[in-house]
């Protein structure tokens, strides 16, 4: 989880190799309404990403084994929502940069429907989660085979904690 531009689909992607999971982009999930709204520069309402935090919740709650779901979940609403959603224990992995990182990283980007200037509104939205949420939080401030090792070393680690 985390802001646009942080990082959510490659070190997915990289993580579900890394620990032989499946990983899907939340972005798939959205109805194609909420991505023409976001093309044109418009930030999403809570009402319009309900039915998307319902989908990437639904998801989990289907797959079985091991997913990855890149989603921003900003929230902890949302957060809420999927973790309802999915009827299961979700752990939320925060990627979490400064919004100069994360800007200067949008600007690089090519075809991608989320412009670079909702990011202000991304950062307003975003609730860091908080020690009561089963989340693991790692900075996004090394290359991405770091933080996905960074990643697999916390998740490997909570697993061994009785």
């Not at 190799?17 to 909420?34: E, K, M, R, S």
């Not at 020690?131 to 990643?151: M, N």
Request: negative net charge.
């Amino acid at each position: 989880m985390g802001v646009a531009g942080s990082g959510k689909t490659s070190i997915g992607q990289g993580l579900a190799a890394a620990l032989g999971a499946d990983f899907i982009d939340g972005d798939d999930l959205h109805p194609q309404v909420n991505i023409d709204k976001m093309a044109q520069g418009i930030p999403l309402t809570d009402g319009d990403r309900a039915p998307w935090l319902v989908a990437v919740g639904q998801t989990l709650h289907a797959h079985e084994g091991s997913l990855i779901v890149g989603c921003s979940a900003l929230k902890r609403l949302y957060r809420d929502q999927i973790r309802q959603a999915a009827g299961k224990p979700v752990t939320f992995l925060y990627l979490d940069g400064s919004r100069a990182l994360i800007a200067d990283r949008m600007a690089r980007r090519q075809r991608h429907f989320m412009p670079l200037s909702l990011l202000d509104s991304q950062f307003a939205a975003l609730e860091v989660p908080q020690p009561d949420e089963d989340a693991i939080i790692v900075s996004i401030d090394a290359t991405p085979d770091t933080v996905v090792s960074d990643l697999v070393r916390a998740i490997r680690s909570r697993q061994q904690q009785p």
